[in-house]
Nanobody, 125 residues
Framework: QVVLTESGGGLVQAGDSLTLNCAGS????????MGWFRQAPGGDREFVAC????????EYADSVKGRFTISRDNAKDTMYLQMSSLEPGDTATYYC??????????????????WGQGTQVTVSS
């Protein structure tokens, strides 16, 4: 069983930056493929970014490419999402997800077994 805990969300203004953290409660964190997803009020859960076990392979949603950076520190059992140039459209609950079985990474939410409880990001205009 893996417990994922997000932190770092908050209320910011458009153009600001914010960094989300996702800590994993497992000694095999480096074996997890991980990703970030988000869900806006009334919307479907959507892919944001994903990262392979070593961090060598990364993929972003087009909507965040060039503004968000995903990374991980396996020594600290933590994944990060650095968000810059935030827009009101980025307002959502952000979730981290993880799975042991994936080959490299995935942008499909149904490929991930473990999910965090979510952290709210609100961007005001």
């Amino acid at each position: 069983q893996v417990v994922l805990t997000e932190s770092g969300g908050g209320l910011v203004q458009a153009g600001d930056s914010l960094t989300l953290n996702c800590a994993g409660s497992t000694t095999t964190f480096s074996s997890l493929v991980m990703g970030w997803f988000r869900q806006a009020p009334g919307g479907d859960r959507e892919f944001v970014a994903c990262i392979s076990r070593t961090g060598e392979k990364i993929e972003y949603a087009d909507s965040v490419k060039g503004r968000f950076t995903i990374s991980r520190d396996n020594a600290k059992d933590t994944m990060y999402l650095q968000m810059s140039s935030l827009e009101p459209g980025d307002t959502a609950t952000y979730y981290c997800a993880a799975d042991y079985r994936l080959l490299d990474y995935s942008d499909r939410d149904f490929d991930y077994v473990y999910w965090g409880q979510g952290t709210q990001v609100t961007v005001s205009s």
